[in-house]
């Protein structure tokens, strides 16, 4: 069982920067594969980010390409997304997920965890 809690969201101008962090708790963090998703008001949740147990890959959704970086401190628990250039149209809910397969979380909204989300406000 692992839960999921995220923080770091809030309202930002147009080209600026927010961390978010999920901080877990459980067992075995460091086993799973970590996910940043987003829902937008009227629109389908949608894959933005995601790291490997290990940290050693990262899979990033076309939008947030070169953008956005996750990263995973598995000494700490917790998963990061650094975005940058944020655009209006980044607006919405992001939320943490978790699964043990990676593919899992790349290619659906079917990870076995998922956080309450944080509102992240981007204004033009």
């Known amino acids: 069982q692992v839960q999921l809690v995220e923080s770091g969201g809030g309202l930002v101008q147009a080209g600026g920067s927010l961390r978010l962090s999920c901080a877990a708790s459980g067992r075995a963090f460091s086993r799973y594969a970590m996910g940043w998703f987003r829902q937008a008001p009227g629109k389908e949740r949608e894959f933005v980010a995601a790291i490997t147990w290990s940290g050693d890959t990262t899979y990033y959704a076309g939008s947030v390409k070169g953008r956005f970086t996750v990263s995973r401190d598995n000494a700490k628990n917790t998963v990061y997304l650094q975005m940058n250039s944020l655009k209006p149209e980044d607006t919405a809910v992001y939320y943490c997920?978790?699964?043990?397969?990676?593919?899992?979380?790349?290619?659906?909204?079917?990870?076995?965890?998922w956080g309450q989300g944080t509102q992240v406000t981007v204004s033009s």
């Open positions: 997920a978790a699964d043990a397969a990676i593919k899992v979380v790349i290619s659906s909204t079917d990870a076995g965890y």
